[in-house]
């Protein structure tokens, strides 16, 4: 296998990992900011316009229901308030 395939791969199993946590971004595992896998009644990204570039990359099986991060999305990320 290749070093490109190799990097697919572990990329993939990476995602797969991150479908169990819905605080993990299932496209690179970090954490997704989401507010309903903090028990809230709403998120980030019910307000964001997510490219469909950023959709294409999210696993199948991820979506609708696992957010994406906003570094994954194209989204600028939250400025605390003051």
């Not at 964001?48 to 999305?73: F, N, W, Y």
């Amino acid at each position: 296998m290749g070093d490109s395939e190799r990097d697919v791969s572990e990329r993939k199993a990476g995602s797969r990992a991150s479908l169990s946590d819905p605080a993990r971004c299932p496209v690179c595992t970090q954490a997704n900011d989401c507010g309903m896998a903090r028990g809230e009644s709403t998120c980030w990204c019910f307000e964001a316009v997510i490219s469909p570039t950023a959709l294409d990359a999210v696993p199948e099986e991820a979506l609708g229901k696992i957010c994406i991060c906003r570094r994954c999305a194209g989204v600028p990320s939250a400025e605390p308030e003051r």
